[in-house]
């Protein structure tokens, strides 16, 4: 497997502000980069780490076991948090990390179809344990129903033209595919909108997060880790779509807010400030000098919140 190159890596750790007895989740363990560098940072403490992904809990469980043997990695969707953290007695944490998304190894692997540039089987699935594919997307939802998710998940202007041109090949025989799905998304595409990026490029993101119902979770399970958060503790999303950013972003936002009540007054009482304040008001995106190293971090943004209260 190839290097995995974590996604502002030493911002995102920097910006929970650990020391050595920490109590930190992260949310989204995936192949171990953050998890192993927060795991060597609190060397007292102790890490939680939810992943879905079979493979993905193999490879870290090894990674993490070198540097030490102080975190549980939890398989279960990060909605399940507080639930999870419960079950082992864990009501207060340090810090929490969400890198949202599909990592890339996820991709790197043709066999899980996530990739529109590889041959493989409509998949898409995060969590192989999840009866609904891209291929029952694919295949089975009305032409009004994919519509609505291309659109909706995919922001994509062709939406109607690609589910009415998937729903008339599908006529003929089912799309097994994901270069069968390719070449129909690239039929009902004029050329000169092919030329900037890839035609399939959003087409893909919609299935995969109505597949994995990305979006549907991310508010819940942000509720849940800054409910579950101490004073002085810190929240860190990092987001790689306008969708997620917008959901991380406006949450933020309503949890910093003073109490519309009282707002403006000169002396405003302590019940209603804030329980929360935002620790960069503008998201942290990723250096050049990153950018360079690892292009697939070109849309990433990190968002900051911190309990004071």
Same mark, same amino acid.
């Given at each position: ?10 911002? *995102? ?16 363990? $995936? ?22 992904? *079979?493979?993905?809990? &193999?490879?870290?469980?090894? !990674? =993490? ?5 102080? @975190? ?14 419960? %079950? #082992? ?10 890198? =949202? $998304? ?8 043709? *066999? !899980? ?11 898409? #699935?995060?969590? %192989?344990?999840? /009866? ?11 032409? +009004? ?9 995919? +922001? ?7 589910? &009415? ?8 025989? *089912? ?14 595409? /004029? ?9 399939? &490029? ?5 299935? #995969? ?13 942000? +509720?849940?880790? =800054?409910?579950?958060?101490?004073? $002085? ?17 406006? =949450? ?7 109490? /519309? ?14 329980? @929360? ?10 250096? +050049? ?5 690892? /292009? ?6 990190? !968002?900051?919140?911190?309990?004071? %209260?």
């Amino acid at each position: 497997m190839e290097k995995h190159i974590s996604v502002l890596l030493e911002e *995102s750790i920097s910006s929970l502000n650990l020391n050595e007895s920490s109590i930190v989740v992260d949310c989204t363990l $995936g192949y171990g980069g953050h998890s192993s560098n927060i795991l060597a940072r609190i060397k007292k403490g102790f890490l939680f780490a939810f992943d879905q992904d *079979s493979e993905a809990i &193999r490879h870290s469980t090894d !990674r =993490l076991n070198s540097i030490g043997t102080n @975190f549980t990695i939890i398989k279960s969707n990060f909605v399940n948090l507080r639930e999870e953290l419960v %079950k #082992r007695n864990v009501e207060k944490v340090d810090g929490v990390l969400f890198d =949202l $998304g599909v990592s890339s190894p996820q991709l790197d692997d043709a *066999s !899980r179809g996530f990739s529109y540039h590889e041959d493989a089987r409509l998949d898409m #699935r995060m969590d %192989k344990d999840n /009866p609904l594919s891209a291929y029952e997307v694919v295949n089975e939802y009305s032409r +009004e129903k994919l519509a609505e998710i291309f659109y909706k998940y995919g +922001e994509d202007k062709f939406a109607k033209n690609i589910a &009415r041109k998937i729903v008339e090949y599908r006529e003929n025989k *089912s799309i097994e595919t994901t270069l069968e799905l390719v070449e129909i998304i690239k039929s009902a595409v /004029p050329m000169k909108f092919r030329k900037d990026k890839h035609p399939a &490029r959003q087409i893909f993101q919609a299935i #995969r997060i109505e597949v994995n119902h990305e979006l549907d979770v991310i508010e819940p399970a942000i +509720e849940q880790a =800054l409910s579950l958060l101490s004073v $002085g503790g810190r929240v860190a999303v990092i987001t790689f779509h306008s969708l997620e950013d917008r959901i991380v972003k406006n =949450l933020f936002k309503q949890k910093c807010a003073i109490d /519309p009540k009282v707002q403006g007054l000169p002396n405003i009482p302590d019940e209603y400030l804030p329980d @929360f304040r935002l620790v960069v008001n503008k998201a942290i995106e990723p250096s +050049e000098e990153e950018l360079i190293k690892n /292009p697939r971090a070109r849309s990433s943004k990190l !968002r900051v919140i911190e309990r004071i %209260k």
